[in-house]
Structures are given as C-alpha cells and as structure tokens.
C-alpha cells in the first residue's frame, strides 16, 4: 500500500538492550523525520533526513542514532534501552511541505 | 528556539457550533504552518498546510488563518459535529523541520 508505514506497532523491552524501529515510505520523499510524543511534552524532534546518506539531529537525539541508506527507509536505533525512552515514536516523511505521519510505534521499556 | 502555543488546551462544544482554535508562534521567519487532527491512540491526520506567504487557506468546513508579522494562525471550523473530536495540533517550520503545539483537544456533544 501507499504511504508510510512503521514497525513495530508495539514493542516492550528490556533496559539496556538494543531496539530498532521501522520506517517506510513509499512516496520517494527525500525528507524524513523522527519524532516522539510523550505526556506533557508533546512531539519533539529526534532526527531528520534531507535524503539517502544525509541525516541530522533533533531536539532530543541523546541515545539514538539513525541511518538512511535508500530513499524510501528510515530506522531508527536505540542504542542502550532506557525506561526514559519509553514513548510513542512517529516517522514523517515531507512531501510538497505537508509532512505525512506513520501511525506510529508504542515502545515500553522495562 | 521557536516555542509554539495553542490556547484553549481543551474545549467542549454542542453539535452545530462553530470551532475557532487559536496558535500562536515566537519567531515568524516561518517557512510554513500545519494544522494536524490526532484521535485518541492514532497518528496524526494533516488538515490543512498554509505557506508562509499565504494568508489563509481552505478545506471543506475548515479554514485556517496565517499572520505571520504577530505570530498567529486561527483554525475555524463550521459547523461542528461529533466526529470532529479530536486534538488538533498546530505545528511550524522553520525550515524543514516541525515544532508543535501542545494541542487543543476538542469534545463536541451531540
């Protein structure tokens, strides 16, 4: 199907351990994001990317690392699980200047 | 750093009647404006996009107000209904990059 899509939809880890998430989108946007959205906090940048090899921190980045090796995925690494990092992460890809939101990822860290 | 606020935080509404939400940004060297709806659990639904140079802009029952020179974006909607409820999120770019709001989030009762 068309459009953005994330994966996992639901995650519990453990603190400490290595988690991926999944983002993929099929428009050939050359710019995609990051975000997470907690209580109180509201959305919050983690990172971006302009295009394939190009990526650039957020507001938040401490703890994530990302990479970008074809146009159309975007993972997104946590490196040492933290329960601080427990959150609902969103991928959004930009296209025209509307950006356009996955459904996003619950993650819980134990 | 661009600090965006949405005032009311929430509001409640008997069908019929008309929605203004209000938005209001620190640092008017914006490269655009996005109005998002977000249900309870969901990602976020762009409603509409208004470029830096355009002063308002429309979408069915949905219109959306840009002054850039004082920093304000009013999102109007006519005739509410009960499927409106929602949160709406009003986010600015400043470059590619997005900062949100926190939200208004709208009950509407039948």
């Known amino acids: 199907d068309a459009g953005i899509t994330q994966s996992p939809r639901y995650k519990i880890t453990e603190t400490g351990r290595q988690v991926t998430l999944m983002c993929h989108q099929t428009?050939?946007?050359?710019?995609m994001f990051w975000y997470r959205q907690d209580l109180g906090h509201g959305l919050r940048l983690i990172y971006y990317?302009?295009?394939?090899?190009?990526?650039d921190k957020g507001e938040v980045s401490d703890g994530y690392v990302v990479s970008r090796s074809k146009t159309e995925n975007f993972p997104l690494t946590l490196e040492s699980a933290t329960r601080s990092q427990t959150s609902v992460y969103f991928c959004?890809?930009?296209?025209?200047?509307?950006?356009?939101f996955g459904p996003g990822t619950r993650l819980l860290v134990l | 750093k661009q600090e965006v606020t949405q005032i009311p935080a929430a509001l409640s509404v008997p069908e019929g009647e008309n929605l203004v939400l209000n938005c209001s940004f620190t640092?008017?060297?914006?490269?655009?404006l996005q109005w998002f709806r977000q249900d309870p659990g969901k990602g976020l639904t762009s409603l509409l996009l208004?470029?830096?140079?355009?002063r308002e802009q429309t979408s069915g029952r949905l219109n959306a107000s840009l002054d850039k020179s004082s920093g304000r974006s009013t999102l109007y909607i006519a005739a509410s209904q009960p499927g409106d409820s929602a949160t709406y999120l009003c986010?600015?770019?400043?470059?590619?990059?997005?900062?949100f709001g926190a939200g208004t989030t709208v009950t509407v009762r039948a």
């Open positions: 959004a890809s930009s296209g025209g200047g509307t950006q356009y």
């Open positions: 640092d008017s060297a914006i490269y655009n």
């Open positions: 428009w050939s946007h050359s710019y």
């Open positions: 990317s302009a295009a394939a090899d190009i990526t």
């Open positions: 986010a600015v770019a400043n470059d590619y990059k997005l900062s």
């Open positions: 208004i470029q830096s140079s355009q």
